[in-house]
């Protein structure tokens, strides 16, 4: 069974910084797709940071694009987020994911997701 682990959230001031992380168990992950996704109550979870599984590929959504950066730990099974220039539209919990499907290479879309982290809040105030 596939387990994944957020860490890292808090508050944080506008402008600030924040590193999430996300350790996995059960399964080696540098052969699959994963990435990050946030949600605020009230509406749907919405894809934050990828890295593909194969090439180590980077994707952003414009609103993370030269803010946010994924990286991955294959030595220690872990998937990282860091986020700079911190907005308070950032508030969100947020949640690390991952798919064991070869085939998807970028992990942009929740209905791709396999697996789950359990969410870790960040709150950016202002």
């Known amino acids: 069974q596939v387990q994944l682990v957020e860490s890292g959230g808090g508050l944080v001031q506008a402008g600030g910084s924040l590193r999430l992380s996300c350790q996995v168990s059960?399964?080696?992950?540098?052969?699959?797709?994963m990435g990050w996704f946030r949600q605020v109550p009230g509406r749907e979870r919405e894809f934050v940071a990828a890295?593909?599984?194969?090439?180590?590929?980077?994707y952003y959504p414009d609103s993370a694009r030269g803010r946010f950066t994924i990286s991955r730990d294959n030595a220690k099974n872990s998937l990282g987020l860091q986020m700079k220039n911190l907005e308070p539209a950032d508030t969100a919990v947020y949640y690390c994911?991952?798919?064991?499907?070869?085939?998807?290479?970028?992990?942009?879309?929740?209905?791709?997701?396999?697996?789950w982290g359990q969410g870790t809040q960040v709150t950016v105030s202002s």
């Open positions: 994911a991952a798919t064991i499907n070869t085939k998807i290479a970028v992990l942009q879309t929740t209905n791709d997701v396999d697996y």
């Open positions: 059960g399964r080696t992950i540098s052969r699959y797709a």
């Open positions: 890295i593909s599984g194969i090439s180590g590929g980077t």
